[in-house]
């Protein structure tokens, strides 16, 4: 075998520019394929870490899904909002420990304006059952004092440059970027900057309920009544007291009761209502994105067998040209099993030099974008070694470019047998 | 005394899918050190001959021994490895791997055969040495042995092909038309150098031409056309 190993080398690297471009069509499918991979996986792993500890989640009657999407991951937005006396039935429950409201709907520059309680700060939990941190600042003061509070996420901070002390105006409705209509008459107070979560509460603008009536109380249907002024120090004096909220965390003193909670929630008679489980609401959402994620997948793979495909026919063409060589090697005493095996090892060799650009290709992406990504859509990148089940992927290349290369080795064999030490041209 | 170099009993070969034998030779033999000239029409059947003393082909009946060893006793794995051991091969044109320095396309027997490298051990030499010897000998400068086999002239090409032919002294040197692509003068100093070299290494020549200028200098010169008695068929006599 130590011959054939020696001339694969020297002859790979003699053909080193005519393979370089398939090569390279090897690194970014390879590329893509793990990248695909790694974005998915990642995606799952920065959504499982978003919630814990809250047992159910409620909302206005509607699809489970949905609901866990605008309420947890502040993606799309609710039909309905639910009414505070609901809520304050649930929270009067036996079962229930605590309720954290949740009131969606304006935005700040882009980000997202969660009107919510203090409790939030306290009974929030993500990844492994941990707690927001303030990077600096507190949380927002009770009403009627904390109504113009405001405590943001560290994204939020960091884009802007915001710091305790500065003022920021909320805008009606969640345009992306684009408000439409500014709140400006009354502006917030930043009292507290969280620290980094990797969860949607990076990218978010708390406030105060309160804070959310009083900026709504001279407008109606969405946009300001006409005439109609109330400035922040009047505000105190009307009631201010929420209304209505879009959703509610709730956490029960025992989880074993959760089946009962959500089962009462869901029959509730005076208002249609939705409770779910996050976690099972999760799995859901990957079952649904599952075809969608193992499409994109086997697009990736279809892209690496193209790949593959190229590099084993530019070895299968060069074959015509290397038939004179090959014959010179069955002179020098190689077998046909030794010519296959040269023509497999140059394939093989190509074929793991593509993977590996492939794996620093996509290394080199995901450093790069890492923080594009997390900044714009909240996604952690996992940068580093491979996980299990990109291994498994690689292998899974390195096996079809193992039975690719038997392409050209088996036309070499053939050749080689056919020829012996003479070539009929 | 050593044995025949090559021994041919009965021998037959018909190409896969040719209508009648390439090949019928009753009995053939090279002595050890004896230098044949063989020579006979374009398509007469010297190559294939050449390949099935190599073993490279196998005859559809009839022995080929070589250097006592009769061939169709080897598994062919083991006739490769003889073939690598026991024969210097040269061909007319495209001897080297162009990917290869001259240096590294005549060492390439040793990376094959460890009998060729055992032999230049007994000798008290390395491949590296035996290598510059040679290429002194076939008058190869040492600063061409470095050069990508693809640079080299027809004529530099052909004597790198005739040292690695040489290297670790096997017992039989076959060239197959090897002078057909030089001109004249160089034709006769080519041969010269290798028949030097043959003499050297205690080797047998069996030398495949149709030029019959080359001839005198051989110790015995036969027409394959006398000991083949299958009809040549395609197109022979054109070159
Ligand atoms: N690889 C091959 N496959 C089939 N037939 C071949 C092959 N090589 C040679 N032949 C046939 O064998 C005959 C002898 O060819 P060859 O031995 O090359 O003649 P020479 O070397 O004397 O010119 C020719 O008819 C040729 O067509
Ligand atoms: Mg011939």
Known sequence: MSPIWHLTWRSVANR????????????????????VERLRNDAREGFARTIAGT???????????????????????????????????????PQVDWVVPLSLGDSHR????????SGFFEHYRFGEDESLRFAAGRAFAPAPEGIFDTVIGAEVAARFGYRE???????????????????????FTVVGVLARSGTPVDRSVLVSLEGIEAIHIDWQGGAQIPGLHISPEQVR????????????????????????????????????????????????????????????????????????????????????????????????????????????L???????????????????????????????????????????????????????????????????????????????? | MSPTAVDLQALRFRWRGAASDCLAIDAFALAPRERVFLQGPSGSGKSTLLALIGGVLTPSTGQVQVAGQALSTLSSA???????????FIFQLFNLLPYLSARDNIMLPCRFSAARRQRLQQAGQTAADEVLRLAEHLDL????????????????????????????????????????????????AFLDLLLGECAASDAALLFVSHDPRLAQRFDRVLNLADINRAAPSGSGGME
């Not at chain 1, 949905?66 to 429950?93: C, D, P, R």
């Not at chain 1, 193992?402 to 050749?415: I, N, T």
């Open chain 1, 346 to 425: 140059e394939s093989m060799t190509l074929a793991l030099t593509g993977i590996c650009a492939g794996l620093v290709l996509v290394t080199a992406a995901s450093a790069a974008l890492a923080p594009w990504l997390a900044s714009t859509y909240g996604l952690r990148l996992g940068i580093g070694w491979p996980s299990m089940s990109e291994w498994v992927l690689l292998g899974a290349v390195f096996a079809a470019s193992v039975l690719a290369s038997l392409v050209p080795g088996v036309r070499a064999y053939r050749y080689s047998v056919a020829d012996g030490m003479t070539i009929r041209m």
């Open chain 2, 78 to 88: 083991a006739r490769d490895r003889f073939r690598a051991d026991h024969i210097g």
């Open chain 1, 55 to 93: 047992d159910l989640v409620v909302g206005a009657r509607g699809g489970a899904v949905q609901l866990l999407l605008y309420s947890v991951f502040h993606m799309g937005n609710a039909t309905n909002n639910m009414s505070w006396e609901s809520l304050q039935k649930i929270a009067a429950l």
């Open chain 1, 165 to 187: 002390g500065d003022h920021i105006v909320l805008s009606h409705g969640s345009g992306a970027g684009v408000s439409f209509a500014d709140h400006a008459d009354k502006p």
């Open chain 1, 16 to 35: 080193r520019l005519s393979v370089l471009l398939t090569v390279i069509a090897v690194a970014l499918s390879v590329a893509m394929l793990i990248g």
């Open chain 1, 110 to 117: 882009g980000f997202r304006v969660v009107g919510t309680s």
């Open chain 1, 237 to 344: 004096k009307f009631d201010i007291r929420p209304r209505t909220a879009t959703a509610a965390l709730v956490g029960l003193k025992n989880r074993v009761t959760v089946f009962r909670v959500q089962r009462w929630v869901n029959t509730f008679a005076d208002e249609p209502l939705t409770a779910i489980l996050p976690g099972a609401t999760l799995q859901e959402l990957w079952n649904l994105l599952g075809v969608a994620e193992q499409a994109l997948l086997a697009v990736s793979a279809l892209v690496v067998v193209v790949g593959l495909a190229g590099l084993m026919a530019v070895m299968v063409a060069s074959l015509g040209e290397r038939r004179r060589e090959l014959a010179i090697l069955r002179a020098l005493g190689a077998g046909p099993r030794q010519i296959l095996a040269l023509l497999m």
């Open chain 2, 141 to 188: 400068s040492p600063a061409l042995l470095g050069r990508p086999a693809s640079e080299l002239s027809v004529g530099q090409q052909q004597r790198v092909a005739a040292a690695r032919a040489l290297i670790g002294r096997p017992g039989l040197i076959v060239a197959d038309e090897p002078t057909s692509a030089l001109d004249a003068d160089r034709q006769s």
